[in-house]
C-alpha cells in the first residue's frame, strides 16, 4: 500500500480508471484506489458478522491502510474514570509542543459498535504530531454489550477525569478539547453540550470530523452515497440498531443533536467540523455546524470534496488523507492556542 500511494497521481488515476463524478464533485483518486481495494477483500461486510468477528474485521481493515507507526514523543497506555468504572486509555505526547497544557480527549468512531484504541492509534499519533497538543483516546463502552446511554456518559466521565489530571498529567484545564471521528465525533458534541449545560468544566473546543448528528431524518447524501462509498446506509441502520435499545427516544439530543433547538447551544465550545463530499453523513453534519452557528457558536465548516467517510485514518500514507488531517490538527491547536503564550512568541515591532 505505501509504494502505491508513492506513486505519481497520473499513474494512480491510470490505475482507478474513469474518474467518478457525483453531485458535482469527483471522486479522489487515493479514495477511489481505496475502494478498489477494499472490493478485493474476501471479509464479508462487517454488519453482516457477529459482533466480535465484525470488531475483527475493523481491525483488520484499520491495519489494511496503517502504515509504519507515526513518530510522537512518547505514547503511554493509562486509565480515565468511566461513568461505571476505569477505562482504558492512550495519552500521545508529542515531541515539540509549542503550547504546553492543551490537550485533546479523542473518541474513536466506529457507530457505537467497533473500533478501539489500536484501529484510532494512527489518527491519533498524526493529531499529536502535527498540532503539537497531547491527545488522550479513550476506550469507551461499546454496544450492543452497553447500549445508549452508556458511550454517552463514559464520554463525559472520561473528560472530566482528564479536566481533573491537571498538573499530573501536564494539563492546562482550561484548555481541554474534545474530539473524534463519526460516532466518536457525535459523542465529542453530546459531551460538549452536556458540560455547558450543567455548568461543569466544560470544552475548550470541538474537532467533529463527519459527525453523525440525526438518527431520525434522511438527507441528500444518505440518497446518494447509501453504498460503494466505504459506509453505507445498511451499516448506518445497523450501528443505531446495536446502540439504541428498542423504545429509546431517536430524537434525544443525546442520540441527535441536530434535533435541538439553536438556544440549546448557545454558549458551547467553538468547533471545527469536517465533512467529506462522498459520505453519507456529509449534509447532517454541515446541517449540524449550521445549527451551532444560528446558536452563536463560532464555528468552521470544512468539506473535503473529493473524500470518503474514513479519512481520517488514511494519514500512514498517502496524501489526500494526511492534508486534510492536517487542517483538522492545525485547527485544534488554533482553537487551544495560549493567548499569553502566542503574545509572547510574537516577534517585537
Do not use: K
Not at 509504519?68 to 495519552?91: F, M, N
Not at 447509501?226 to 427516544?249: K, N, R
Not at 469536517?274 to 454541515?286: H, I, K, N, S
Amino acid at each position: 500500500m505505501r509504494g502505491l500511494y508513492a506513486l505519481p497521481l497520473s499513474a494512480l488515476r491510470a490505475l482507478a480508471g474513469r474518474p467518478v463524478v457525483l453531485d458535482g464533485q469527483v471522486l479522489d483518486v487515493e479514495a477511489q484506489i481505496a475502494l478498489r481495494g477494499m472490493a478485493l477483500d474476501p471479509t464479508p461486510s462487517f454488519e453482516t458478522l457477529p459482533i466480535e468477528e465484525a470488531r475483527a474485521a475493523i481491525r483488520h481493515e484499520a491495519a489494511m491502510f496503517a502504515g509504519l507507526p507515526i513518530p510522537v514523543g512518547r505514547v503511554v497506555d493509562t486509565e480515565v474514570a468511566g461513568a461505571d468504572g476505569p477505562l482504558r486509555a492512550r495519552r500521545y505526547l508529542p515531541a515539540h509542543s509549542p503550547d504546553p497544557g492543551a490537550t485533546l480527549v479523542f473518541f474513536h468512531g466506529g457507530g457505537w459498535t467497533v473500533g478501539d484504541l489500536d484501529t484510532h492509534d494512527q489518527t491519533c499519533r498524526f493529531l499529536a504530531a502535527h498540532s503539537g497538543v497531547q491527545v488522550v483516546a479513550v476506550d469507551y463502552r461499546l454496544a450492543p454489550e452497553h447500549p445508549f446511554p452508556a458511550a454517552i456518559d463514559d464520554a463525559l466521565a472520561a473528560f472530566r477525569d482528564v479536566v481533573a489530571r491537571g498538573a499530573d498529567w501536564g494539563i492546562d484545564p482550561a484548555r481541554v478539547a474534545v474530539g473524534g471521528d463519526s460516532a466518536g465525533a457525535s459523542l465529542s458534541a453530546v459531551t460538549a453540550n452536556l458540560a455547558a449545560a450543567d455548568g461543569g468544566p466544560a470544552p475548550a473546543f470541538q474537532l467533529l470530523i463527519y459527525p453523525a448528528t440525526d438518527a431520525v431524518g434522511t438527507t441528500r447524501s444518505h440518497a446518494l452515497f447509501a453504498d460503494g462509498f466505504f459506509l453505507t446506509e445498511a451499516q448506518m441502520v445497523w450501528y443505531y440498531d446495536q446502540f439504541l435499545p428498542p423504545g429509546i427516544d431517536r430524537s434525544d439530543p443525546r442520540v441527535s443533536p441536530l434535533r435541538q433547538p439553536a438556544e440549546a447551544l448557545r454558549g458551547v465550545a467553538p468547533a471545527y467540523v469536517v465533512t467529506a463530499g462522498f459520505d453519507p453523513l456529509r449534509d447532517e453534519g454541515e446541517a449540524y455546524a449550521a445549527l451551532l452557528r444560528d446558536a452563536g457558536v463560532p464555528v468552521a465548516l470544512r468539506r473535503h470534496r473529493g473524500l470518503i467517510h474514513g479519512f481520517a485514518n488514511l494519514v500512514g500514507f498517502g496524501r489526500a488523507g494526511r492534508l486534510a488531517m492536517a487542517e483538522a490538527a492545525g485547527a485544534v491547536a488554533l482553537g487551544l492556542r495560549s493567548r499569553t503564550g502566542a503574545d509572547a512568541e510574537r516577534p517585537a515591532d
